[in-house]
């Protein structure tokens, strides 16, 4: 490989870390749309459960209401007895009847009272998380749009590059077109070619053996990284650094 296909090659694989770049970049789109619509769907179930929790209040107040009401049934039908009754003794265990019931509502009203609260909050809750979701499911649509544009605008350039990449590959030795291709399709970074800095493979750190050296200086055969398998070049600016 002599300096020209060098500076070729290093285009050739400028284009395919872009090309790889755009890819990755256009897959992590619709993983970004489903995280977004999964903290749609997490406030969503926030509500059903603070509306269920609402109900269960409600429920309980109306069971107190209820209590109370009987108490109240239980101390009209104490007072007609009372009007009716001959004895003091009687009248005595009326009387004490007629006020434990009415300690006994007094209690269950203040409760009421506390649980009036606690649903006028609980309504509030849920009036606030309904805000959330609109909110939410509009950054949802924005975002989905917004992302739709970008894959088009990631089409786009992915398809002006791989174009661009079709020309030139044309121009390389075809057996170093095939050598480069089959190492870059192997490696999950897309980087099949390795710098090589004071005689050590920049792909890996491993050292370089004299005669690898030697050849590289030569300007004519190609050889790989006996470690990581990438093709091993010198920058020919750097180069008379490293002839020492
Ligand atoms: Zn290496």
Not at 83 to 105: F, R
């Amino acid at each position: 490989m002599n300096k020209a296909e060098l500076q070729k090659l290093k285009d050739l694989q400028g284009l395919d870390l872009k090309i790889n770049e755009l890819k990755s970049n256009k897959n992590s789109k619709p993983v970004q749309l489903t995280e977004k619509k999964k903290e749609a769907d997490d406030i969503q179930a926030q509500l059903k459960s603070k509306q269920q929790e609402l109900q269960d209040l409600k429920k309980t107040v109306d069971q107190k209401e209820v209590d109370v009401k009987e108490r109240e049934d239980k101390i009209t039908k104490l007072n007609m007895q009372l009007n009716v009754t001959k004895t003091n003794k009687e009248y005595g265990i009326i009387t004490k009847e007629i006020d434990s019931l009415k300690a006994d509502n007094s209690v269950t009203e203040d409760g009421i009272l506390g649980f009036f609260s606690q649903v006028d909050e609980a309504e509030k809750v849920c009036g606030e998380i309904k805000d959330d979701i609109e909110r939410k499911n509009k950054e949802y649509d924005d975002f989905q749009s917004q992302i739709k544009k970008e894959l088009v605008e990631i089409d786009e350039q992915l398809a002006e590059v791989e174009s661009t990449r079709q020309k030139m590959t044309g121009d390389l030795l075809p057996d170093l077109f095939k050598l480069y291709e089959k190492i870059m399709t192997h490696k999950p970074d897309r980087q099949a070619m390795a710098l090589v800095i004071d005689n050590t493979c920049r792909g890996c750190h491993v050292d370089l053996t004299p005669q690898e050296i030697n050849t590289l200086l030569k300007w004519k055969d190609t050889i790989v990284c006996r470690s990581c398998s990438r093709i091993l070049y010198l920058e020919p600016a750097t180069e008379p650094q490293k002839s020492k």
